[in-house]
């Protein structure tokens, strides 16, 4: 027995007790995990996870591809360059050993794995988290049924094999069957057959296939949620020969708390909205204010699959079809967008951007001609102005391009905006109340405990610092060019209503002279 600093009484028996409860590290211990996605958002934070809170892994394969004249290793060294990695590089760096980088790609026949690391694969890998896809929603047909469905059936495939394989988690999404009023935790089988659009490439050309795209995926607003849904269909047809489990997140947003508060890597979806518009570039969004924004933060997302596949791997009892778990908050912390908005300008304000090209005073509205309306006048003649004059002064020009980038994103993001969604979450709560209380701290998913507050202003601290690079040290300048801006603004909203009145006057000296 020994004291700690607090004067406490801590005996060998205490220490064991508490040990115990941590069930969900301990299962992970000897056991090797292989990922694939690992270069996103979601994948980046788990193989954080799993090795911050699991140190007991053998071993965290992650297959990586090529891309861009990047290697698969350069990629890799950068991944673990990242912010996220500095707890890890202070703490226990010798925990990276862990990470084994596979080179392949699940577009490829084969996974483009070499047959050494296929078989090492099989006879190691006992539980496997499938998160690879492409996220583009205007990504082709084509592309998005390989990677998304064709790719899974791909990792399905070798798992098959796997001697010791114990879970399969897939990564889904929330938003796969949009034509469902309420998304209950279960597979719903699409009208298409899986296997049949897969094989579309092979008797029908790109062109047709673009042709035939609108009227195939519809009611689905992008390829993206229609090949997720097909992806489904294909992890429940292995199922139950496979421990096979599929994990639904809504919106991804950045970390409550874990690698880091606000932790993101990418300005997509709400982050890139709230940037925008800190930005002073976004003054319209097409969205109903009423609306529940269904999100999730990452570090929750992957609490929750670290567990799923924990609790697969050791429920024996396997129920009839294949379960699921929809990762949303269903109302435990709801939040309109109105109020993701106002709590999102509210600590823009407090924490503003560096290079803001206007005071931030973007709004919401559902109407469409309203909308336009803003985004002709505040949007696009504002870029055609600053290029404009970036061009007769011979600068690079940019604006036109941001705006298009813009437009793009609301466009696919507006119709998840434009609805109210409904999740259930019954079995995602019920694995959550399972726990041990050691393990739900350690892998917490207590949406009802979020401090929605210091939440927002980690999110905007984090876009600024994580993807726009912006030195923290700069916010006191950020807040004295806010205050010019903000003047600059008022000066503008009088000289509009000034030439409002002068117009109007105008017109009934007109009339009056008339009559």
């Known amino acids: 027995m020994w004291f700690p600093p607090d004067g406490t009484l801590i005996t060998t028996q205490t220490v064991e007790s508490k040990m115990e409860k941590s069930v969900v590290p301990q299962f992970f211990n000897g056991r090797s995990v292989f990922v694939t996605g690992s270069t996103g958002l979601m994948g980046k934070v788990l193989v954080w996870k799993l090795l911050y809170s699991c140190p007991g892994i053998k071993n965290i394969f992650v297959l990586i591809r090529s891309k861009r004249g990047k290697s698969a290793l350069l990629r890799y060294q950068e991944i673990i360059k990242a912010p ?39 006879s190691e890998v006992s539980i496997v988290f499938h998160g690879a896809a492409t996220l583009n929603l205007d990504a082709s047909l084509s592309e998005a049924i390989n990677l998304n469905t064709t790719g899974t059936l791909r990792m399905l495939e070798l798992c098959s094999e796997m001697q010791n394989l114990e879970a ?14 309420t998304l209950d935790e279960e597979v719903h089988k699409s009208t298409f057959d899986a296997y049949n659009i897969m094989r579309l490439p092979s008797w029908l050309n790109e062109n047709s296939i673009k042709m035939v795209t609108p009227h195939l995926i519809n009611p689905h607003p992008n390829t993206y949620t229609f090949s997720k849904r097909l992806a489904e269909d294909v992890v429940a047809d292995f199922y139950p020969q496979l421990p096979v489990v599929i994990a639904r997140p809504s919106i991804v947003t950045p970390a409550l708390k874990e690698p880091l508060p606000g932790w993101v890597d990418n300005l997509n979806g709400p982050t890139g909205i709230l940037a925008a518009g800190g930005k002073g570039v976004l003054r319209s969004v097409l969205c109903n204010s009423e609306y529940t924004a269904e999100a999730v933060p990452v570090d929750f997302a992957i609490n929750a699959v670290i567990v799923i596949a924990w609790k697969t791997a050791i429920t024996k009892q396997k129920t009839n079809v294949v379960p699921v778990y929809n990762l949303t908050q269903h109302n435990l912390n709801a939040m309109t967008w109105e109020a993701v908005m106002a709590k999102g300008r509210e600590e823009t304000m407090k924490n503003p951007f560096e290079l803001m090209l206007w005071y931030p005073t973007g709004s919401l509205t559902s109407s469409r001609f309203i909308h336009t309306y803003k985004v002709i006048c505040y949007h696009w003649i504002p ?25 793009d994103g609301l466009r696919v993001l507006q119709y998840f905006t434009l609805r109210n969604w ?11 109340d399972s726990l041990s209380e050691v393990d739900r701290k350690t892998f917490s998913i207590d949406f009802e405990k979020m401090d929605m507050d210091v939440y927002f202003r980690n ?24 205050k010019v801006l903000y003047v600059l603004d008022l000066v503008v909203i009088y000289l509009k209503y000034a030439l409002v009145a002068w117009l109007l006057y105008k017109v009934y000296e007109t009339i009056s002279a008339i009559v």
């Open 84 to 122: 996220l990695f500095d707890s890890i590089r202070k703490t226990n760096k010798s925990l990276l050993s862990k990470l084994q980088v596979v080179c392949g790609d699940v577009g490829m026949d084969g996974l483009g794995i070499t047959q050494e690391m296929k078989e090492r694969l099989i």
């Open 168 to 181: 399969f988690v897939h990564f889904s999404t929330a938003f796969c069957h949009v034509d469902l009023d």
């Open 383 to 407: 870029a055609y102005l600053i290029d404009g004059i970036l061009f007769l002064l011979g600068q690079k020009r940019f604006m036109i391009r941001v705006q298009q980038k813009i437009s």
């Open 422 to 432: 409904d999740f259930t979450n019954d079995r995602l709560l019920a694995l959550r």
């Open 459 to 482: 999110c905007i601290l984090g876009a600024r610092q994580y993807c726009l690079k912006e030195d923290p040290a700069s916010i006191p300048k950020a807040r004295k060019t806010l």
